[in-house]
């Protein structure tokens, strides 16, 4: 779901450095999320703690893309806070 993220609309604001912490936070929710899907197909013993830091990133995402007027950002931190929600029930 995240995975599919890219915060290149991030890219085309005007000032572009106050986007950073949005791209940043981007980044990482397209990391961990594939990552803790792959851990729960797999049936590791390590899913819950993988799924409790996936959590964790996309709550940090959604708190700061929640925080930025564009409405990109709004609409980032809609599936942020759902795979909030989906990952704190597999954990």
């Known amino acids: 779901m995240l995975a599919t993220i890219v915060p290149r609309h991030c890219l085309y604001e005007e000032e572009v450095q106050m986007m950073a912490s949005c791209i940043a936070a981007d980044i990482d929710c397209a990391r961990i999320c594939p990552t803790s899907a ?5 049936g590791s013993e390590f899913s819950a703690e993988v799924c409790d830091v996936c959590a964790k990133v996309c709550e940090r995402c959604a708190e700061i893309c929640g925080n930025h007027e564009a409405e ?10 759902e795979c909030v929600e989906a990952c704190r029930s597999m954990s």
């Not at 990109?72 to 806070?81: F, M």
């Open 38 to 42: 792959g851990f729960m197909a797999s």
């Open 72 to 81: 990109h950002s709004k609409k980032c931190a809609e599936p942020c806070q």
